[in-house]
């Protein structure tokens, strides 16, 4: 299994970005997928995740209201919209992937992609 993010920049707040993430190597229909980010000193944090179906989605509190997630199991591809960015949110954004849940989200063992960094600028 492979993972490609991409669709990370530079943006000012308030501004939006969509983040994408290609997916090969398996039945697509399969995976959960969930994004997640990471700054400099601190521990990747869970962003947002979805099922294999994409009909059951979670958030973090951070997340609700300005992010969407979704997959698009026809093209092998899932999303973050990220709206009304702040630079708080500045980060490295990772997809993961797997075939079982845990909390909502993909587990440990969870397949992942690289990062595309995010930053917002005030």
């Known amino acids: 299994v492979q993972l490609q993010a991409s669709g990370g920049g530079t943006v000012q707040t308030g501004g939006s970005l969509r983040l994408s993430c290609v997916f090969s190597?398996?039945?697509?229909?399969?995976?959960?997928v969930g994004w997640f980010r990471q700054t400099p000193g601190k521990e990747r944090e869970v962003v947002s995740c979805?099922?294999?179906?994409?009909?059951?989605?979670y958030y973090t509190s951070f997340a609700k209201g300005r992010f969407t997630i979704s997959k698009d199991n026809a093209k092998n591809t899932a999303y973050l919209q990220m709206n009304s960015l702040r630079p708080d949110d500045t980060a490295v954004y990772f997809c993961?992937?797997?075939?079982?849940?845990?909390?909502?989200?993909?587990?440990?063992?969870?397949?992942w992609g690289q990062g595309t960094q995010v930053t917002v600028s005030s």
């Open positions: 190597g398996s039945n697509f229909d399969w995976y959960s």
């Open positions: 979805t099922s294999d179906s994409g009909r059951s989605v």
């Open positions: 993961a992937a797997d075939r079982r849940m845990q909390a909502g989200c993909p587990t440990d063992d969870r397949y």
